[in-house]
């Protein structure tokens, strides 16, 4: 069965340093994986994804994420905070072999704080 | 225009009723979803169809009914509510089945049951 794992519940990071919410992952086979924010009472927005190739992606509002195999891990980085970065982040993966029945698994959110 | 939509966005409704939450897509997309929410935030995944056909059936009560008119249309149906229903319910739709194309979310609908 795969598996996601957000280890951080809340990361807390001054307005203008670098963030990284932390995501590692377990499946069968080839990962497909994915980063998602939540602004609250909205829906999803997806950020960035992974698919094959190079392994760091880059998405939406400066986010970027790097594909570690070996370590099984996909952290989403910024270089510079924004307070209006602040939200729910949902780092999610899916079997890329697992033909149709194929499901996209969520971690359990990492809530983003930025301070002023 | 809006990708995703749901409606309606909040459902106030007593435990035993009947209710339904419908979802569109103009996106041109296959694949549909819906996804719970539960109060601490956690999502997962309850029905999947592509082309109008169930592909993806988790562990959900069979009070929870799901119907896809056509690929554009994903409606929810839950029989005989219950106070553990309460949650956000997401609509959500993808180009294809089994890819590594994202998910476009709709914005939810907050359901509580008294």
């Known amino acids: 069965a795969q598996s996601v794992a957000q280890p951080e519940d809340q990361v807390n990071v001054a307005e203008g340093n670098p963030l990284t919410v932390k995501c590692t992952y377990s499946?069968?086979?080839?990962?497909?994986l994915f980063w998602y924010v939540q602004y609250p009472n909205r829906g999803l927005q997806f950020l960035l994804k992974?698919?094959?190739?190079?392994?760091l992606v880059k998405g939406s509002y400066g986010f970027e994420a790097e594909f570690n195999k070996s370590q099984t891990s996909f952290h989403l980085k910024k270089p510079s905070a924004l307070v209006s970065d602040s939200a729910l982040y949902f780092c999610?993966?899916?079997?890329?072999?697992?033909?149709?029945?194929?499901?996209?698994?969520f971690g359990t959110g990492t809530q983003l704080k930025v301070e002023l | 225009d809006t990708a995703v939509s749901q409606t309606p966005k909040y459902l106030v409704t007593q435990m035993g009723n009947d209710k339904s939450i419908k979802c569109e897509q103009n996106?041109?997309?296959?694949?549909m979803y819906w996804y719970k929410q539960d109060s601490k935030k956690f999502l997962k995944i309850m029905f999947s169809?592509?082309?109008?056909?169930?592909?993806i059936n988790e562990t959900v009560p069979n009070r929870f009914s799901p119907k896809s008119p056509d690929k554009a249309h994903l409606n929810l149906h839950i029989n005989s509510l219950e106070l553990g229903d309460s949650a956000v319910y997401f609509c959500?739709?993808?180009?294809?089945?089994?890819?590594?194309?994202?998910?476009?979310f709709g914005p939810g609908t907050r359901l509580t049951v008294t």
């Open positions: 499946v069968s086979g080839n990962p497909y």
């Open positions: 992974y698919i094959t190739g190079d392994n």
């Open positions: 996106l041109g997309h296959d694949t």
């Open positions: 169809y592509n082309n109008k056909e169930l592909i």
């Open positions: 999610a993966v899916r079997d890329a072999i697992a033909g149709t029945a194929s499901k996209l698994t």
């Open positions: 959500a739709s993808s180009p294809r089945v089994a890819s590594g194309a994202e998910q476009y």
